[in-house]
């Protein structure tokens, strides 16, 4: 099978008649000599830009538009890397486009991109048309036979009991969660039902979405879980169900801060939190602009939220939380709010709340254990004691390769480099050796 393309620049090469690394550089340089002018670049500087280690400065990308046929006025107003072709836009919400993000979403299968899907131009304007666009009336056209709401039941059902597998198991349901989105996906599609079916089947279908989106998260395909999420997000919204949206909003934003563009989270969340009430909800929500703002260094920002989400998770609520953002703890707050204090170089601080939270975190939570523990592991080299952070990260590399969590597994690759400087410490050759076969 071929590798999966990981940049969109490689992905718009791809698009433009499979033009190799070589042949993008001398079209920069014809470019740049028709203005009088060298690129610089080739193939060694097309290779960096395409595996993240490096990005092109303004004049190059200028280059790049026109050797890729792009208007120059793209790249001012969307930035790098979304201005290049082949980045896609949500499909936009209303019962019209309902089935069609869900079918989209499902063509994913065989996609290679791996790439974040949407920037965040894009998703702002897919929270906006989410806060401000009223859904539609669910379809009622009973030209055919009607959905049969027992086959419902055993739907909702057995996608509870899917969902509700240990986190060790759940990796290995990832068919018959899409088998059953297909499934609900073609009831959805004829429009043969009563409003209350349809929105039973909407629900179901933006559950199935969500979860079908953080299967691919978890494996890295972030195109394809942009795509579920996208498709989650419209079938929400067509249920009527905006703690169901924010929700998903939620996921997108999480993306965007795992992937290193934190900025592309503040809005989805902003609107998310404008449209839900439910106190743990709101939590969670503003732990994530909490993370958000520390990537972005406003420290000021990311402590109002930290405030916040810790007064929203200690109100008491009438109704339970929504599923989504049930398992919210105070063990995520105090990881999180770690993550956060390391982000803004407080080491001193992070340290003490994530092994706050690792001591309340419940030994069911593998793969968040798993997240956590790299967490812990960074702040122990920054405090480095280096013995510590090895323990740590060991045992988060065992927990995600045993759930199958490939994403996490790059987070303790990420750790790696900082433990070379210490090949001398017991135990850390054999670690870089894991690695480096891992």
Same mark, same amino acid.
């Given at each position: 099978?071929?590798?999966?393309?990981?940049?969109?620049?490689?992905?718009?090469?791809?698009?433009?008649? &499979?033009?190799?690394?070589?042949?993008?550089?001398?079209?920069?340089?014809?470019?740049?000599?028709?203005?009088?002018?060298?690129?610089?670049?080739?193939?060694?500087?097309?290779?960096?830009?395409?595996?993240?280690?490096?990005?092109?400065?303004?004049?190059?990308?200028?280059?790049?538009?026109?050797?890729?046929?792009?208007?120059?006025?793209?790249?001012?107003?969307?930035? *790098?890397?979304?201005?290049?072709?082949?980045?896609?836009?949500?499909?936009?919400?209303?019962?019209?486009?309902?089935?069609?993000?869900? $079918?989209?979403?499902?063509?994913?299968?065989?996609?290679?991109?791996?790439?974040?899907?949407?920037?965040?131009?894009? =998703?702002?304007? =897919?929270?906006?048309? *989410?806060?401000?666009?009223? %859904?539609?009336?669910?379809?009622?056209?009973?030209?055919?036979?009607?959905?049969?709401?027992?086959?419902?039941?055993?739907?909702?059902?057995?996608?509870?009991?899917?969902?509700?597998?240990?986190?060790?198991? /759940?990796?290995?349901?990832?068919?018959?969660?899409?088998?059953?989105?297909?499934?609900?996906?073609?009831?959805?599609?004829?429009?043969?039902?009563?409003?209350?079916?349809?929105?039973?089947?909407?629900?179901?279908?933006?559950?199935?979405?969500?979860?079908?989106?953080?299967?691919?998260?978890?494996?890295?395909?972030?195109?394809?879980?942009?795509?579920?999420?996208?498709?989650?997000?419209?079938?929400?919204?067509?249920? @009527?169900? $905006?703690?169901?949206?924010?929700?998903?909003?939620?996921?997108?934003?999480?993306?965007?801060? *795992?992937?290193?563009?934190?900025?592309?989270?503040?809005?989805?969340?902003?609107?998310?939190?404008?449209?839900?009430?439910?106190?743990?909800?709101?939590?969670?929500?503003?732990?994530? @602009?909490?993370?958000?703002?520390?990537? #972005? &260094?406003?420290?000021?920002?990311?402590? !109002?939220?930290?405030?916040?989400?810790?007064?929203?998770? #200690?109100?008491?609520?009438?109704?339970?939380? %929504?599923?989504?953002?049930?398992?919210?703890?105070?063990?995520?707050?105090?990881?999180?709010?770690? !993550?956060?204090?390391?982000?803004?170089?407080?080491?001193?601080?992070?340290?003490? /709340?994530?092994?706050?939270?690792? /001591?309340?975190?419940?030994?069911? !939570?593998?793969?968040?254990?798993?997240?956590?523990?790299?967490?812990?592991?960074?702040? #122990?080299?920054?405090? $480095?004691?280096?013995?510590?952070?090895?323990?740590?990260?060991?045992?988060?590399?065992?927990?995600?390769?045993?759930?199958?969590?490939?994403?996490?597994?790059?987070?303790?690759?990420? #750790?790696?480099?900082?433990?070379?400087?210490?090949?001398?410490?017991?135990?850390?050759?054999?670690?870089?050796? $894991?690695?480096?076969?891992?």
């Amino acid at each position: 099978m071929d590798d999966p393309i990981r940049h969109p620049l490689a992905y718009a090469r791809q698009l433009r008649g &499979g033009l190799s690394q070589s042949g993008l550089a001398a079209r920069m340089d014809q470019a740049a000599r028709r203005q009088g002018l060298r690129s610089g670049a080739d193939k060694q500087a097309v290779s960096k830009w395409e595996n993240w280690i490096k990005e092109p400065n303004r004049d190059s990308q200028f280059l790049i538009a026109e050797a890729l046929k792009v208007p120059i006025g793209h790249v001012e107003l969307l930035g *790098w890397p979304y201005w290049l072709p082949g980045y896609d836009s949500p499909s936009p919400l209303g019962s019209a486009h309902t089935v069609r993000a869900l $079918r989209e979403a499902q063509r994913t299968a065989m996609d290679r991109r791996n790439f974040m899907t949407f920037g965040a131009v894009a =998703l702002a304007g =897919l929270s906006a048309q *989410w806060a401000t666009v009223e %859904p539609d009336r669910l379809s009622t056209a009973l030209d055919g036979k009607r959905v049969d709401p027992e086959l419902v039941d055993w739907l909702e059902r057995t996608t509870a009991r899917l969902t509700s597998l240990p986190t060790e198991q /759940r990796q290995h349901t990832a068919k018959l969660m899409d088998a059953h989105l297909a499934t609900v996906t073609d009831l959805i599609a004829p429009g043969n039902y009563s409003e209350a079916t349809g929105r039973r089947l909407h629900l179901l279908a933006a559950s199935l979405a969500g979860t079908c989106g953080w299967h691919r998260f978890d494996q890295g395909r972030h195109y394809a879980a942009g795509k579920h999420w996208n498709a989650a997000l419209t079938s929400a919204h067509a249920a @009527r169900d $905006r703690d169901l949206g924010a929700g998903v909003l939620s996921d997108f934003a999480y993306q965007s801060i *795992w992937l290193s563009d934190p900025a592309a989270a503040v809005e989805p969340l902003s609107q998310a939190l404008i449209h839900t009430g439910h106190p743990t909800a709101r939590s969670l929500l503003h732990l994530r @602009r909490a993370r958000a703002h520390a990537a #972005l &260094g406003a420290s000021s920002d990311c402590h !109002r939220d930290l405030a916040a989400a810790e007064t929203a998770l #200690l109100t008491d609520a009438v109704d339970p939380a %929504p599923r989504w953002c049930s398992w919210m703890s105070t063990a995520d707050l105090a990881v999180d709010s770690g !993550r956060c204090m390391l982000d803004l170089g407080r080491t001193d601080e992070a340290h003490a /709340r994530i092994g706050e939270g690792m /001591r309340q975190l419940p030994r069911s !939570r593998d793969k968040t254990r798993g997240i956590f523990l790299t967490y812990e592991a960074r702040s #122990l080299l920054r405090a $480095r004691e280096v013995e510590q952070a090895l323990a740590a990260t060991n045992e988060s590399l065992d927990l995600a390769t045993r759930v199958g969590a490939d994403r996490c597994v790059g987070l303790v690759r990420e #750790l790696a480099p900082a433990f070379q400087r210490y090949r001398e410490v017991d135990g850390v050759p054999e670690f870089l050796e $894991r690695m480096r076969e891992a």
